[in-house]
């Protein structure tokens, strides 16, 4: 079963440029997460989907950050403009299921993310 | 507003002994899911471990078990025959069971070891 996929690996841009990222889930999960992970920090939600809707985005930075998942597969986050404080590591996620679900179906598998460096 | 505490930033362990990583966390919910997941170098984080608050036996994979003790709020993760491999940076995640699938994580904990 492959797993979740994220590109680019890395992403070095000025602040005040735009940059975007792309995931695309494990097949058949319904659920996509995507997380920011400062260096030395923990992951932290940012946004997540159910299908093509929006579940949760209350820490998504909304001035700055958008994401979308038009067709309930893959999804995009974007930074426009960019400020230094972005610099870290944006994983993306994704279950089976979410809320109300067994465990098992909500167990979330991880990308190997996108390290962003924003000078 | 829940809350995932570890409070040791480094460990290091010999190669083949036993080490463990300590957890608490902070909830008024009495139904949820704990996790412990392995980052490393590579960045994807793996789950390792996971154990459902109402499941009073502790949950076991191979070498990674865990000490959950639910009305102390602490849930330890003990690595034992540690292997080159197992370096890496360790999150303890929460979970309510009743409020979507929001993982709140610690804020690690690297885990280095000496051959």
């Known amino acids: 079963e492959a797993g979740v996929a994220q590109s680019p690996r890395y992403k070095i841009i000025e602040k005040r440029q735009s940059v975007a990222f792309w995931c695309n889930p494990i097949?058949?999960?319904?659920?996509l997460y995507w997380y920011q992970q400062i260096l030395g920090q923990g992951p932290k939600l940012l946004i997540q989907?159910?299908?093509?809707?929006?579940?949760?985005d209350s820490q998504l930075p909304k001035d700055r950050f958008s994401a979308e998942r038009l067709k309930g597969v893959d999804s995009t986050l974007k930074i426009q403009p960019a400020k230094l404080e972005d610099s870290a590591v944006y994983l993306c996620?994704?279950?089976?299921?979410?809320?109300?679900?067994?465990?098992?179906?909500?167990?979330?598998?991880f990308g190997a993310g996108t390290r962003l460096s924003v000078l | 507003a829940q809350t995932v505490t570890q409070s040791q930033p480094e460990m290091s362990v010999q190669e083949a002994e036993t080490v463990t990583l300590s957890c608490t966390y902070d909830?008024?919910?009495?139904?949820?899911?704990l996790f412990w997941y392995k980052q490393p170098p590579s960045r994807q984080m793996i789950l390792v471990i996971r154990?459902?608050?109402?499941?009073?036996q502790n949950a076991t994979e191979n070498r990674f078990s865990v000490n959950f003790q639910k009305a102390a709020k602490s849930f330890s993760l003990k690595i034992s025959d540690s292997q080159l491999g197992d370096a890496a940076m360790y999150f303890c995640?929460?979970?309510?069971?009743?409020?979507?699938?929001?993982?709140?994580f610690g804020g690690g904990t690297r885990v280095l070891v000496k051959p």
């Open positions: 996620a994704s279950s089976w299921r979410g809320q109300g679900a067994l465990l098992a179906k909500n167990i979330q598998y």
């Open positions: 097949s058949g999960h319904a659920t």
């Open positions: 989907f159910q299908n093509n809707g929006v579940v949760d």
């Open positions: 909830t008024s919910e009495s139904d949820y899911y």
């Open positions: 154990q459902e608050a109402y499941k009073q």
């Open positions: 995640a929460y979970v309510p069971k009743a409020a979507g699938n929001k993982l709140t």
